[in-house]
């Protein structure tokens, strides 16, 4: 589900992007009425990147509390730290 947001942000970032670029290669004067429209569009974007941000962030939380709520706490060993550092070399 997260990816869904991930690559939701993404699209819209790059169409807000595109729009930028738009709006640079136009003149106001010739076509004031373009401008206005990318604008808008412009401006209903950025709410919407920034609604997708909070969700995505919201999720992260979600699933962070969750792990901190999990029974087994104790502390990792020096040797335990050791064999995931082992473990980790040999899986690259």
Do not use: W
Not at 15 to 31: C, F, N, P, T, Y
Not at 72 to 79: C, L, N, S, V
């Amino acid at each position: 589900m997260k990816e869904v947001e991930k690559n939701e942000i993404k699209r819209l970032s790059d169409r807000l992007d595109a729009i930028r670029h738009q709006q640079a290669g136009l003149s106001l004067v010739e076509s004031a009425d373009k401008y206005a429209e990318l604008e808008k569009e412009k401006e209903t974007l950025e709410a919407e990147i920034i609604r997708l941000r909070e969700v995505h962030s919201q999720k992260l939380s979600k699933e962070a509390q969750k792990l901190m709520n999990l029974p087994f706490r104790r502390a990792i060993t020096k040797k335990e730290q050791a064999d995931m550092g082992k473990l980790k070399k040999s899986v690259r």
